[in-house]
């Protein structure tokens, strides 16, 4: 018989039960607001601004405009400056 595993949309962490995965979902916050914070490259946002349901804001950054603003990639895959 084939072990099952329910899996949370958002982060793909496994549980053994429906109910468990269902819980992980509801505790990500999803965006209620994305707006285009800077245009560094072509058509495309370089930065955008994400606003949550509870009003707290989170700036995302392309990996270009990281790259070009002097960061450097890691062996581990992570950025450093």
């Given amino acids: 018989m084939p072990i099952?595993?329910?899996?949370c949309?958002?982060?793909m962490q496994q549980y053994k039960?429906?109910?468990?995965?269902?819980l992980c979902e509801?505790?990500?916050?999803?965006?209620?607001?994305v707006k285009a914070h800077?245009?560094?490259?072509?058509q495309y946002p370089?930065?955008?601004e994400v606003t949550?349901?509870?009003e707290s804001k989170q700036i995302y950054v392309h990996e270009d405009e990281l790259w070009q603003n002097g960061y450097k990639r890691r062996?581990?895959?992570?950025?450093?400056r």
């Avoid at 062996?75 to 450093?80: A, D, T, V």
Wanted: hydrophobic share 25%; proline share 5%.
């Fill in 52 to 54: 949550f349901p509870d």
């Fill in 75 to 80: 062996r581990n895959g992570k950025r450093k």
């Fill in 26 to 33: 509801k505790k990500h916050l999803k965006p209620t607001k």
């Fill in 17 to 22: 039960k429906r109910e468990e995965a269902a």
């Fill in 46 to 48: 370089s930065t955008i």
């Fill in 4 to 7: 099952v595993f329910y899996k």
């Fill in 9 to 11: 949309k958002y982060c």
């Fill in 38 to 42: 800077k245009y560094a490259f072509g």
